[in-house]
């Protein structure tokens, strides 16, 4: 059974860093891609990045770009995004995602099949 854990949400001041960790377990996740999703209030779930588990090759959002990275670490079985000059526009709660082996990258929250509980990032201005 696939779990996703998501840990390094807080409060931090605008203009902060913050390092986002997910934690995969249940499977070899060979082939799959995780995904960052974001929960903002009122909004919809909105695609951050994504990472090919195999290959390493990231993919973001074009809003996301400059300031956030996807990474991950194959060892430890965990994805990581780095959030920089943080806004009060990136509050919201970030999910880890994981889609199951396909030709392309999910970009949509529909096309991901697992997903964790979620951490919460909140920036103040």
């Known amino acids: 059974q696939v779990q996703l854990v998501e840990s390094g949400g807080e409060l931090v001041q605008a203009g902060g860093s913050l390092r986002l960790s997910c934690a995969a377990s249940g499977r070899t996740f060979s082939g799959y891609t995780m995904g960052w999703f974001r929960r903002a209030p009122g909004k919809e779930r909105e695609f951050v990045a994504a990472?090919?588990?195999?290959?390493?090759?990231?993919y973001y959002a074009d809003s996301m770009k400059g300031r956030f990275t996807i990474s991950r670490d194959n060892a430890k079985n965990t994805i990581y995004l780095q959030m920089n000059s943080l806004k009060p526009e990136d509050t919201a709660v970030y999910y880890c995602s994981a889609q199951t082996p396909r030709l392309r990258v999910g970009i949509r929250a529909s096309e991901y099949d697992y997903w964790g509980q979620g951490t919460q990032v909140t920036v103040s201005s």
């Open positions: 990472i090919r588990w195999n290959s390493g090759n990231t």
